[in-house]
């Protein structure tokens, strides 16, 4: 994996705190490259250093969708959740 450097305005590191916004500046990318489908949610856990459920429930709850179902696939899901 590679490093990446980001300009951050003085206002948000005094806000947030160094660490604590590497780590969410961290997710909040994996975060918004899983929701573009440029990630799996597997490789954007690692991305975080977490574990995939870990960041599935971290994913769902800033509000992201955690599974792209269609029609079919739902009632799919659902038919095996209620059998």
């Known amino acids: 994996m590679k490093t990446l450097s980001v300009n951050v305005p003085d206002a ?15 997710f909040f990318l994996a975060l918004k490259f899983f929701e573009l489908g ?11 250093e977490m574990n995939r459920v870990d960041f599935l429930a971290a994913a769902s709850r800033e509000g992201a969708p955690v599974a792209d179902l269609n029609e ?5 899901e659902i ?5």
Do not use: F, K, V
């Open 79 to 83: 038919g095996n959740a209620t059998s």
């Open 72 to 76: 079919e696939e739902l009632a799919r």
């Open 12 to 26: 948000l590191l005094l806000q947030t705190g160094g660490d604590d916004l590497a780590r969410q500046s961290q």
């Open 38 to 48: 440029r990630l799996t949610s597997s490789q954007a856990a690692e991305m975080c």
